[in-house]
């Protein structure tokens, strides 16, 4: 159990943290080994307790100091410091700038970390920077503090997929993010959500490649360009239609259709490659197997999923509120031609169990778009392992001298050098 410490003046409730105390008293001039063991002392003696005001923590801290003798340190301790309003947070590359509570448990989700234990982290490890008077700290310090709080406030497995999402972040290899998936599955709404957590400013849509193409290549031409990914066979020079099964000839058109597009979207990916700038492709023409045709020779680290919704219902119920969120799409056309998405939908799963790539259930959208996250991250880990050591640098050995039960924030007085 926490013990919630109120303070009244700043209307605030937080859980008392040890490292906190240190921080405090090393400010008022005790030594670490003092401080450290006093401070565990007053955690141990709030053990049972639920809450406390931050003035009474203050005066039993006061009595305990005076008891061991520590009167140089009574009066500093008792003048509380003023918390800085702004902290910032400096990197050798990029300069420096103010701490941001949004940036940063963006940077969390980005890893993997569910929303509200991302929100969680990012106040606990703000509330300590404020508390210990930091008004500069650099990104390995931060990053090394970040890491720890996840392990022992989430977990390790946390912990470490923010370990590799911060050693690809460090990697500058270009990142590219394939999201399959039939008409209604959501693969624009999610690309969006991703493209904003994983800070990716590029999201390249197969249906605007597909109107690019139309306009230089008029129906007479390429009529199968110029029909709907899952009508596509209608406009096959086929003279037995009759006599074919109708899924094949569904799964017909759009290979024709999608083989069409791979030229166009394989270009879009190899520019990305070339400047090295992480892209998210969207679209039902992101064929399952156009990952398996990228070039060996390049640096990029490919995520490919195919969206579902597996309810025919819940398929009907979407396609319906594209009609009345964006008129033009007509949904009208949609649902009389369902079947026949259906039948896209089914064909474009059996490819992707074909070709290995995951296969996301899109029933609910805060859930599909964290799979996805941690599938990026799953595909990251099999490129990056390395150590906190290898990722935050030389920030991590000085914490290492503290003792093997310390808590996460009493290694911050360490990391500032301090």
């Known amino acids: 159990m926490k013990t919630i410490v109120i303070n009244e003046r700043d209307q605030t409730r937080i859980p008392f943290l040890r490292g906190i105390l240190i921080r405090s008293l090393l400010d008022a001039g005790l030594e670490f080994e003092d401080a450290y063991r006093l401070a565990s002392d007053m955690r141990d003696a709030l053990a049972e307790i639920e809450e406390i005001s931050s003035d009474d923590i203050r005066q039993r801290v006061c009595e305990m100091l005076e008891d061991e003798g520590h009167l140089g340190a009574l009066e500093p301790y008792r003048l509380p410091l003023a918390a800085p309003g702004r902290i910032v947070v400096t990197s050798r590359s990029r300069g420096s700038s103010a701490f941001s509570r949004g940036k940063h448990e963006r940077y969390l989700r980005a890893a993997g970390v569910k929303a509200e234990k991302a929100e969680q982290t990012t106040s606990l490890v703000y509330e300590q920077l404020l508390a210990a008077g930091v008004t500069t700290i650099d990104t390995c310090a931060l990053g090394y503090l970040t890491y720890l709080a996840l392990e022992q406030e989430v977990s390790r497995k946390a912990a470490r997929r923010y370990l590799v999402w911060s050693e690809y ?116 023409h992101v064929h399952p197997e156009i990952s398996m045709n990228l070039p060996d020779d390049t640096d990029a680290i490919t995520v490919h999923t195919t969206l579902a919704v597996l309810k025919s219902k819940e398929l009907k119920r979407r396609l319906r509120g594209r009609g009345a969120e964006v008129p033009a799409r007509r949904a ?33 959208k805060e859930k599909t778009i964290h799979q996805v996250i941690l599938q990026v991250n799953y595909e990251l880990s099999r490129h990056f392992s390395g150590s906190p050591r290898d990722v935050f640098g030389a920030v991590v050995e000085r914490a290492e001298d503290l003792p093997d039960d310390a808590e996460w924030h009493e290694r911050l007085p360490v990391l500032l050098g301090q």
């Open 169 to 284: 972040q460090r990697s500058g290899r270009p990142l590219i993010v394939m999201i399959c998936g039939a008409v209604g599955t959501g693969k624009s709404t999610v690309a969006t959500e991703v493209a904003h957590l994983l800070d990716i400013v590029r999201i390249q849509s197969t249906d605007m490649l597909r109107e690019v193409m139309r306009m230089m290549l008029p129906e007479r031409v390429v009529p199968v360009l110029h029909t709907s990914s899952f009508n596509a066979w209608k406009a096959l020079p086929i003279q037995d239609v009759r006599g074919r099964d109708r899924d094949l000839l569904i799964a017909d058109g759009y290979r024709s259709q999608a083989g069409l597009l791979s030229v166009a979207i394989e270009a879009v990916i190899h520019r990305a490659v070339e400047e090295s700038v992480p892209i998210i492709l969207e679209g039902v």
């Open 332 to 364: 009208k056309r949609y649902l009389n031609t369902f079947d026949s998405i259906w039948s896209l939908q089914t064909f474009l799963l059996s490819e992707s169990d074909r070709c290995d790539v995951p296969i996301i259930t899109n029933a609910d």
